[in-house]
């Protein structure tokens, strides 16, 4: 396991292709977006625990299950100053 300290704005680079950027804390959370491919199945952790033990199906294939509640933002637009 690797342990990293970043700083609100900073990233970190998986691959060639897989970016994450913290971008706020917020008394105990930490906002994280996650830049990656299409083809890349991104999915929180308890969603993926009742995947296992069958409360619940997410599927790679499904628009749904990709998008959820997250909002896509496009890097480009994005302000750092602005709250999200």
Do not use: H
């Not at 994280?32 to 995947?51: F, G, H, K, N, Y």
């Not at 509640?69 to 496009?74: F, I, L, M, Q, R």
Request: charged share 30%.
């Amino acid at each position: 396991m690797l342990v990293l300290s970043r700083k609100v704005g900073e990233q970190i680079r998986i691959g060639g292709d897989i970016i994450l950027t913290f971008k706020g804390i917020k008394g105990g959370r930490v906002k994280i977006s996650v830049d990656a491919p299409r083809a890349v199945r991104v999915v929180r952790s308890e969603l993926l625990d009742r995947t296992n033990t069958g409360q619940g199906a997410v599927s790679a294939n499904r628009e749904s299950d990709r998008v959820g509640s997250y909002k896509y933002v496009d890097p480009a637009q994005e302000s750092p100053e602005a709250p999200q």
